[in-house]
């Protein structure tokens, strides 16, 4: 088995992660982990064993469509954009993840 | 209905192994190619070390195919062809082994059927006919000399009751006509 995140909630919002950043723009596995890294300001830095089978898996589940295209250097790369009901699954699973903060702020701050 | 689209795509996948695999390849050589030239500009490295961190950076690069791999197609299925031509050969290599199972299979199978087929005449029986087991009435159509010896009923009639058409078969042999009625009837003569 290829290393796992030392963090655990990492791999929960794995998925998340990667429908987020698809939603600003379609792009390839690549540019998605490089997005994750700079947005987070170094904080996620996605591990490239659970980044593929993630994309494979939100594809088999129709939440992202993929396609052959040209990168900026002239590549060929696989481009994965966010389906409709990719973008119904972001907004459930950002809902769900702001519950679950809060809910989790709420008992770190009263026990 | 989740489970259907999935069931589908991997049903899908099943069957386009060679280009799910390409498409695998390619995509990593991407990934690795930009991480190459990423740390070339960021660490000043050489094309060929920074090739190397590329690829330990990312991993064991057949495991991530594996994990791919896993998620097409059904598992049980993948690795068929080799099970079975490694089956064909160790059949050979072990030649008493494989005498062995066939025969047991083939006794197995034999005594099956064989049980089925009496079993099928014990719940089912028939009368030697087409529809033997729709027949309705049995006249018995003899000559003088043969129905005094016969010593019959001149009418038996079965409602296809399997006890009645046992005993009927087991007494007598039969011809079959048809009725003008469109009813099968049987004319009985003693079972020689």
């Given amino acids: 088995m290829t290393a796992r995140q030392p963090v655990d909630a990492l791999r929960g919002s794995l998925d998340?992660?990667?429908?987020?950043?698809?939603?600003?723009?379609?792009?390839?596995?690549?540019?998605?982990?490089?997005?994750?890294?700079?947005?987070?300001?170094?904080?996620?830095?996605?591990?490239?064993?659970?980044?593929?089978?993630?994309?494979?898996?939100?594809?088999?589940?129709?939440?992202?469509?993929?396609?052959?295209?040209?990168?900026d250097n002239k590549r060929q790369a696989r481009y994965y954009r966010l389906t409709a009901a990719g973008r119904r699954a972001l907004g459930n699973e950002v809902e769900s993840w702001k519950r679950f903060a809060a809910a989790l702020d709420t008992v770190l701050r009263t026990t | 209905m989740k489970w259907v689209d999935r069931a589908?795509?991997?049903?899908?996948?099943?069957?386009?192994?060679?280009?799910?695999?390409?498409?695998?390849?390619?995509?990593?050589?991407?990934?690795?190619?930009?991480?190459?030239?990423?740390?070339?500009?960021?660490?000043?490295?050489?094309?060929d070390e920074a090739r190397r961190r590329a690829l330990a950076m990312f991993g064991g690069v057949e495991g991530h195919k594996e994990a791919l791999r896993d998620g097409l197609g059904f598992p049980w299925f993948r690795g068929w062809s080799l099970n079975v031509k490694l089956a064909a050969r160790m059949s050979l290599r072990y030649p008493g082994v494989t005498v062995?199972?066939?025969?047991?299979?083939?006794?197995?199978i034999g005594l099956g059927a064989a049980y089925l087929?009496?079993?099928?005449?014990?719940l089912h029986p028939m009368l030697p006919f087409d529809e033997g087991d729709r027949i309705v009435g049995l006249q018995k159509l003899g000559r003088r000399a043969e129905a005094s010896r016969a010593s019959l009923g001149t009418r038996l009639a079965c409602m296809a009751g399997p006890a009645h058409i046992r005993a009927a078969s087991r007494r007598f042999s039969f011809d079959q006509g048809k009725h003008r009625r469109r009813r099968w009837f049987a004319r009985a003569g003693l079972r020689r």
Avoid: C
């Fill in chain 2, 100 to 108: 062995v199972g066939v025969l047991a299979m083939a006794i197995g």
């Fill in chain 2, 117 to 122: 087929e009496a079993v099928n005449d014990f």
């Fill in chain 1, 16 to 71: 998340l992660l990667v429908l987020k950043t698809l939603s600003l723009a379609p792009m390839h596995g690549w540019g998605i982990s490089q997005r994750v890294q700079q947005v987070s300001g170094g904080e996620f830095a996605i591990n490239q064993g659970s980044l593929y089978p993630a994309l494979q898996r939100l594809e088999r589940d129709g939440l992202i469509s993929s396609e052959w295209g040209v990168s």
């Fill in chain 2, 8 to 47: 589908r795509a991997r049903l899908r996948l099943l069957f386009a192994r060679g280009a799910a695999e390409s498409r695998m390849n390619r995509e990593f050589e991407f990934h690795i190619d930009m991480a190459t030239e990423q740390l070339m500009r960021e660490r000043n490295l050489a094309r």
